[in-house]
Structures are given as C-alpha cells and as structure tokens.
C-alpha cells in the first residue's frame, strides 16, 4: 500500500497538472534594484552558506521526494551524486517504509555516493502520534547517516488522503521531545501549504533548528491527491483545495518575523535562480527545489547535474547584478515591491 502510495506520487507528478491553479509563490511582487556598476567580478561572487553545521557551495538543497521503492533507490543515488559533485545538500523522502521494513533502507542509503553532503533525513510529524517517538528518530537518522532530521507537517494532506492520518491534536509537545532527545538538529517542514507566523515560533519555541516554508505556488498535493481519488466525491473534495495555502514569498516574510532566530529554507515553486536570490533576501538561509530534479532526474544522465549548474549561475549573476559580493550583503540587500 505505501510502496503503491509513493509509485503513484512519482507518476503523477510526472504526468499530470500538479500546479497550483490561481496562486503564485508571490515573488514576481518584488524586484531587486539593478546595479550597473556593481564594483566586482563575476567569478568573485561567493555563493557559499553555512546550513546547520554544514558547508553549501551554494545556498541549494534537493528537496526530500522519494524513498521505499527500487525506482526511488536509483533516484536517490543519482539525486545524491549530482549533490556531491556540486556541493549543495539533499533531502530523502519519508523513511517510514524503512522504518517498518528494514529491508527497504537501501533505497534511501546514499552516503556511498555522497560522503560529503549536508544529508537530511526524513520523517511524517504525524507518526509521533502513532507510537513513533526519539528512537524511531534516531533509527532514521541513524539509517542514512544524516546530518538532520526533516519532520515533515502535512495535514491538508493527510486529510485528503484516502485512510489518511488526521490525528495532528498533541504533536507539538511531542516535536519538542524529539528535539530535545535527538543527537542531530531538526527541520519542521510544510509540504506545500506553508508555515505561518505563528506556527514558526511554536515550533522554534519547541526546539526546532530550522524551519522549511514549502510555501503554495509549487507542486499541490490536493492536485496529486485529486489525481489518486478513487471516486468522484473524492475528487470533488481535493480539487476544491487547488488554490489553499500561503504563497512562498509571503510564508517566508511570516516566518522570519515569527522565528527570527532559526535558519530559514525557502521551498514552494521555486524555478530558477533569481527566485532564490529573492528568498534569501526575504530572510532565507538556503533554497530547497523538488519538481524540477524530479522531472530532470527521468531525463538525461546529466540533466539534474545541468539543473543545478544552471541555478548556480543563475544566482550567481542575480548576485552580481545586484551588486552583492556575498551571501550576507544579498540577505541585507532590500527588494522593491512591484506592481504585478
């Protein structure tokens, strides 16, 4: 049934209109002010961040998608490769499958290609409501050898879901314990709804070291579940959810203000590399990017390789047009709102 649930996700992003209808990221409403005379070189734009503890040659994650099935080992390992040679950080999807069959930890097991990498792994919020507490956690971590842990929030999904976990009353308390507990730090996660203000400064008062917007204007996961339902009132119900959630850019400004003291990763359509210039100067520490390495990574052996290297000059030359000559003066830098 799950290894079924997460075969079916990779086809219909893969196939269908996964897009939100009506609602944008929100970061065609700000601009960044040229600068024709920005003092510097191209190539002497440094690019690099620091993300819990680790070095990003750019301020780049893939995005946790997939794990627990032999199509999403191979993935995995491309995905991962790719991140090594480029020095950006990974995510692995939900690791529960491996948590209730050992057997199926391969799929997500990566460090072989990618020693080096800032490796996140993963698991649903909801399943410290189902019995899962630090060590299920750690067994996660542990798993894969990751730097961090994604809990991932996703209610409206879940919600959506036929059969789906609904029980969200009490995990608050119980994030504050895996915080607490676990060795490594912990990402709260939207899936692609966002974070609100003041769900950002529940969870940094709760202990989390980061938190991931996963903003609306991506992949909507009422679509993809719209695409699953098996009966026609199913369908009626998630489609009527196309256009719900807070967009990218404005879930960033809400989290900054609400929890101005955790690393921010900004993720929700974002497509190219002025959009992530824009985030990081909306109080983002880094980017995370799915649906594009999803499709890239069903293309051409180089084509999530050719992905990233063209996001890094993208932000590169975002950089350098706006005069910044590093990360830190391009998150003081100020965007101007435009009409659109």
């Known amino acids: 049934m799950h290894q079924?649930?997460?075969?079916?996700?990779?086809?219909?992003?893969?196939?269908?209109?996964?897009?939100?209808?009506h609602v944008s990221t929100g970061f065609e409403r700000y601009a960044f002010t040229h600068c024709a005379l920005p003092e510097l070189d191209l190539e002497d734009v440094d690019t690099s961040v620091e993300l819990l503890g680790k070095g990003l040659a750019f301020p780049l994650i893939i995005a946790s998608m997939t794990g627990g099935t032999s199509q999403a080992r191979a993935l995995n390992e491309g995905l991962a490769a790719a991140a090594q040679a480029a020095r950006i950080g990974l995510g692995v999807g939900s690791q529960r499958a491996?948590?209730?069959?050992?057997?199926?930890?391969?799929?997500?097991?990566?460090?072989?290609?990618?020693?080096?990498?800032?490796?996140?792994?993963?698991?649903?919020?909801i399943q410290l409501n189902h019995g899962y507490g630090p060590d299920e956690c750690r067994r996660a971590v542990d798993m894969i050898e990751a730097d961090a842990l994604i809990l991932h929030l996703n209610p409206l999904q879940e919600a959506l879901q036929p059969a789906g976990d609904t029980r969200f009353s009490g995990l608050l308390a119980k994030i504050e314990m895996v915080c607490r507990a676990l060795e490594v730090p912990v990402i709260a996660k939207e899936v692609g709804w966002g974070l609100s203000g003041e769900v950002a400064r529940r969870l940094a008062d709760a202990g989390v070291a980061a938190l991931d917007v996963a903003g609306a204007?991506?992949?909507?996961?009422?679509?993809?579940?719209m695409h699953r339902a098996r009966t026609e009132g199913a369908r009626y119900v998630a489609a009527a959810f196309a256009d719900w959630g807070i967009p990218t850019a404005e879930s960033l400004r809400l989290v900054r203000d609400g929890?101005?003291?955790?690393?921010?990763?900004?993720?929700?359509?974002?497509?190219?590399g002025i959009q992530m210039a824009k985030a990081l100067a909306l109080g983002a520490t880094a980017c995370s990017v799915a649906g594009p390495f999803l499709r890239a990574s069903s293309g051409s052996p180089s084509a999530v390789s050719d992905l990233i290297q063209t996001l890094a000059l993208q932000f590169r030359i975002a950089m350098f047009v706006a005069g910044a000559p590093d990360v830190a003066t391009l998150r003081s830098t100020r965007l101007r709102l435009t009409d659109r």
């Open 259 to 272: 929890a101005p003291n955790v690393d921010i990763i900004a993720s929700g359509g974002i497509r190219n």
């Open 217 to 225: 204007g991506g992949t909507s996961w009422s679509q993809v579940e």
């Open 98 to 125: 491996a948590i209730e069959d050992p057997l199926l930890a391969r799929t997500y097991q990566v460090r072989h290609v990618a020693p080096d990498i800032l490796l996140m792994a993963n698991l649903g919020a």
């Open 4 to 21: 079924q649930r997460k075969s079916d996700h990779i086809r219909i992003n893969l196939e269908e209109d996964v897009a939100f209808q």
